[in-house]
């Protein structure tokens, strides 16, 4: 039995029936999943039937932080947020960093599941045992940085740690998100999830400690870890920094950094007017999540005009993209702006921005008129227009009604032949790397189980040539699907499941992560772990999770890519006439379903590869 | 000697030197001032030399709290802030409550003074005895409740209560104010002498308790204070579900409500549109000053339009005049989004909320055009308008920098005979009180040493109808002078030296104040007290505030009303056709001085006045 790292409790939450049940954590389920996304997973395959309205009662929403959170493992405050997602019909993760994380492992929780829905807005407080259900009406239609106040002051303790949804979630866009302190839980509407159960916020304080199993063992194990940080020539020289921003710059060199709703990558320039440096005269200062020496997130304030004197947490590079190069909009200031504006509204900036640009592409093609967008200038650049769609979309109104959903269902509703202009996959909105001259990247996207998902699965060896495990072309499609394997499992398991952030890999220890991660659950949890069985806890959550989204119905033909992709070539730039083709994608999607022991007629899953990672409950349940 | 309520300690911070010094706090200090606004007063005349610039490196700016701040006393978590005003030139005081004014005491300081200029961006953190410097340019720039959780961040310490300027104080509009959570200290443009001394924040934090002299008399007078607030049939029942946006509805009755600049008071109807119950449908909560059993202050969420979702603490009924009815704003959601945005910039809402509608007036006349408003249509009730100039106003940006020092400065600025348009008394814009039909009011605004401020000798008599100290007609001019006087020094005694909460006066213990605070002085303190001699420090303190404005040249013109009060008769509604003449104000002045024991002619205060207050030097130097 582990001895340290978890807390061994799981808090079930039910809004229905305002009751609060503790539960142990199985031991097998720390050992077969480690913690994080593959504890969310796990809950979400198994107490959630397939066809389950994702924003009906029977959707669950599951917090679950690993067992190096708030053990003192730099870069381990952590936890995913699970649920099947309303914006795509598959899994749902999410994860967000900060202190929030912690704080639930002081509280005394692993993970917390919540169920059913409230009869009326509500917030659900827990200091340590003591789990409360609190009126929240008065709180509905707050922001978020608002109502973490609003209920830090009635809980009367500051160092409460929030997590909230905003007007987005209440009004149950498909791109709202989750916000603690100025960190949001993006991406899937997951906002939407905790909006429809009528959650406004969980709130949380603790004061136990996480116990070690060897101290010894974890003193060994977290100097290696530190030593790699130091060792870095990225980590603290640049990216503490600067942060994800450094990597537009790159982006804009290789020519893969998407522009205008995907018709001008390579053709944005100057990319330095969004880029690192540009991005580096507004910053303020910096933020830790809990036990982090590096700090990569950037405070910055917008200095110009209208927009002077707007601090935000970030933008990330996915937002210099999303609400910049991605809209047009070639200045910082309304960046800053919007990035703000998205997170007190609780809103997704990659899916928001995305699908901004759909719109704006429809508009400046004559497929949109001003009639449909309220009387608003849509067009490409018009940051004042982005930024009050943003808020249209938020509260449902207008045009931000058609577009609160997301690109795909924007199409649907728009018709005329317009889902070639929405950019995402499986209902996911694309993040900021152009797969045509990225093709790992590409198969990524397509298979990748949340949809187009940056997180998970991300090539970083396409992006910045470090030759781990081995060296790739980034515009060939030759062993992409060895590479994509290799890549989800890796990062499923260490930053998923320990969950830890994905810097740490990227840059510090992106070839030995399953051995520190191996190292560090013996000495923390007294579990042993070979590095082998760490990369198979990762194989098996994408199985599952796979299985998961098989279950609900999708198919080999969900595994696929916006058709700009596969057949427009990239207009402009470095990686000019590059192209990712509908035979590349299938060539490579062949060697990863075999390679992944699936079938690869269909993409699902074997009973052999299923049974191997012990999941043969799954296999009866597929039918396979 | 004090064995209790004191924390006995001064500390002096010298920003040019970057030196602190701990001082005693003399008994005879205490015992002659109480605290608060007597404290500042006094270092203000003893320490800042006439004709100082109020924005040059040798005024200084003193935080005080009073021997009841964080002894549990009801209502008494408060501190003032004083200034030489650079709107006025004369003594600048306001008060805010809050959090921070009792963490002050519990950090073990009665007193700041702050001397000196930094020579770049700094904010000082004071966690008890542990006073530090820290460089501030990071955080110049952010708007107030951004900077408030920078510092928090930075000092690793949620519950540190910080007081800071936003960008108004940054770019010296003299009409700045300081934000502590949502909490002004408004008026005078002390935020301005903040800024000057590139100070951006003080943050406090301690662990101490206030000392009690008396157990047993402590029981008591707390006792006393809290029976008469259940026995008040306003305080509880109407007061904290409202706050003071219930005087609109009374102000709209009364015809005394101020609209588009003064010009259609009686005439903005239905005033029900932003009143009390308009206000009420969209609280959402409410805050408590520390140990504050009322919590008037609302939390409220706007609902419409583009303004949908923002929060703001207030707005209170000064603002409800001020950014509504004074610039022709007819409903909740602007004033609580300008309300909002003014405390993020750190602008006084009712010098701003009032310049700008005196910039309306001359707009509408047409000795404005839209050359002179950067574009912008500043016709009365153009609410996006007033929100558009609030930020420039911070910002010193275009027509912001010609409005920045208030409406005096902007008239002399524009010339053409506009100052006959600026509703302001030595410089400081009028609060939402028509004196024409509430005459004690204005003989209060006329003869208040800090300019027309609602703060200093409200006549609640006038509006509420209270007959205490005796009864009153608002419409006459008879006995204002006694009446007034009375005001002012209970108001001064007990509101702003103990300090404690104006509306415990006009709800509770109208008739009883100053004994409340004689038995609570004795009991927390163990300085022995008689009513007589708490009404006397009130004196005191005007007396040496008004020698303060003496020795600054001001006279007895300065103790006027604008023009268009004593000349044109209210235009509309249940006052219509009252006028307060020359002749009135005249009448009440000289009625005034000479209760007041001062030289009828000139209006400066007697030798023998001075002498029977204890204050010959102050004699000594005004060479009478």
């Known amino acids: 039995m582990y001895s340290g790292g978890y807390t061994g409790k799981v808090l079930r939450i039910n809004l229905t029936h305002k009751t609060t049940r503790a539960e142990p954590l199985p031991e097998e389920l720390a050992r077969n999943f480690i913690g994080g996304a593959g504890f969310g997973i796990k809950y979400l ?3 959630v039937k397939p066809g389950t309205d994702p924003l009906g009662s029977d959707n669950i929403l599951v917090f679950a932080a690993g067992p190096f959170t708030g053990a003192g493992i730099p870069c381990a405050s952590r936890m995913s947020v699970t649920a099947k ?21 002081f509280a005394g929780w692993d993970v917390i599941i919540v169920e059913g829905k409230a009869d009326k807005p509500t917030y659900v407080s827990i200091l340590g045992q003591d789990v409360k259900f609190h009126d929240a009406r008065h709180t509905w239609g707050t922001l978020t940085f608002d109502c973490q106040q609003l209920v830090k002051n009635e809980l009367r303790d500051q160092n409460v740690r929030v997590c909230c949804i905003g007007p987005a979630g209440e009004h149950l866009s498909k791109m709202a998100c989750l916000v603690n302190e100025r960190r949001a839980v993006g991406r899937k509407g997951l906002g ?17 400690t996480v116990a070690i199993d060897s101290a010894q063992k974890y003193k060994v194990g977290r100097s290696e870890l530190l030593q790699a940080f ?13 942060g994800t921003p450094m990597v537009t710059d790159l982006a804009g060199a290789l020519g893969v950094l998407p522009a205008k709703n995907w018709t001008a990558t390579g053709a944005f320039v100057p990319v330095e007017g969004i880029g690192r440096d540009a991005q580096a005269t507004r910053i303020v200062g910096r933020e830790h999540c809990h036990d982090c020496p590096v700090g990569c997130s950037q405070l910055k304030v917008a200095q110009t005009g209208e927009y002077a ?11 210099v993209y999303s609400l910049g190069s991605g809209v047009g909009v070639d200045r910082v200031d309304p960046i800053i702006a919007a990035d703000r504006l998205c997170d007190e509204l609780g809103l997704d900036t990659i899916s928001a921005g995305v699908t901004i640009s759909f719109a704006m592409e429809l508009y400046e093609k004559g497929l949109f008129t001003r009639a449909d967008t309220d009387g608003i200038d849509l067009r490409f650049g018009n940051d004042q ?17 058609l577009l609160a959903d997301g690109s795909r269902a924007a199409a649907k509703r728009i018709g005329e032949g317009t889902e070639k202009y929405a950019m995402h996959v499986k209902g996911l909105e694309l993040p ?33 040539g470090v030759p781990v495990p081995w060296h790739v072309d980034r515009l060939s499609t030759d062993g992409k699907g060895k590479l994509t394997i290799w890549n989800q499992d890796v990062r499923t398991a260490t930053l998923d499941c320990a969950p830890m952030c994905a810097f740490l890999l990227d840059m510090a220890v992106p070839a030995t992560a399953c051995q520190n991660t191996a190292t560090l659950m013996e000495a923390v949890t007294g ?23 098989v279950r609900e119905g999708l198919t080999r033909a969900d595994d696929t890519l916006p058709e700009r992709l596969l057949t427009e070539p990239l207009p402009a730039g470095a990686s000019k006439g590059n192209v990712l083709s509908r035979a590349d994608l299938n060539k490579m999607l062949d060697e990863y379903y075999a390679l992944r022991g699936w079938d690869v007629r269909t993409g699902v899953p074997t009973r052999q590869k299923l049974t191997d990672l012990g999941l043969a409950y799954v296999a009866d349940q597929l039918g396979v």
Chains 1, 2 share one sequence.
């Open 45 to 47: 395959f198994d107490e």
């Open 85 to 105: 997602s309303p914006l795509t019909g598959a899994v749902g993760v999410a994860l967000s960093g900060g202190e929030f994380p912690t704080e639930l492992k």
């Open 192 to 208: 939407a999830v905790m909006g429809s159960k009528n959650l406004k916020a969980l709130a949380v304080r603790g004061t136990d």
């Open 230 to 242: 130091k060792a870095s020539p990225v980590l603290y020289p640049e990216f503490s920094h600067h």
């Open 309 to 319: 004197g707007i601090l935000t947490e970030g933008p990330d590079f996915e937002t």
């Open 385 to 401: 227009a982005m930024l009050q769609v943003l808020r249209k979309i938020a509260y449902r109104d207008g045009v931000g009604d």
């Open 432 to 464: 900021g790397y152009d797969v045509r001259a990225l093709k790992g990247h590409g198969l990524g996207f397509a298979t990748a189980y949340t949809g187009a998902d940056h997180c998970r699965g991300y090539a970083f060896q396409e992006v910045f």
């Open 527 to 549: 579990l042993s772990f070979t590095p082998e069985q760490v990369l198979q806890v990762g194989e098996r959550v994408n199985n599952l999770a796979k299985a998961f989204n």
